[in-house]
């Protein structure tokens, strides 16, 4: 019996399917089964997105400090991976993390 065609997604159609299982509140199998996507299919999707994101993390960027009175920073990011900033760091190489973190 041939194989039905199958349909191509593209990657914006992938990140809201991907995006729409993570509210869903379904494990990816139930996600998977209801939108009768193969769970091979979107494991493969996820994992592909993983590496993807990895790849395109930024360099670390040199933080450099003066005296001021500036208490210490401390941000949490989504994945768990914590950011110090000590006390006397430059608002502007602070502005720069903060908007290099909004593109992960």
Do not use: H, Y
């Amino acid at each position: 019996m041939p194989n039905p065609k199958r349909e191509r997604r593209t990657p914006s159609e992938i990140q809201k399917i991907i995006s729409a299982q993570k509210v869903s509140g379904q494990s990816q199998q139930e996600f998977c089964k209801e939108k009768q996507i193969p769970i091979s299919t979107f494991t493969n999707w996820v994992s592909k997105q993983a590496k993807t994101k990895q790849a395109n993390l930024p360099a670390l960027i040199p933080v450099g400090s003066v005296q001021a009175n500036c208490p210490a920073i401390e941000i949490e990011l989504p994945r768990g991976e914590i950011i110090r900033l000590e006390s006397g760091v430059v608002a502007s190489d602070l502005a720069t993390v903060l908007e290099v973190l909004k593109q992960c």
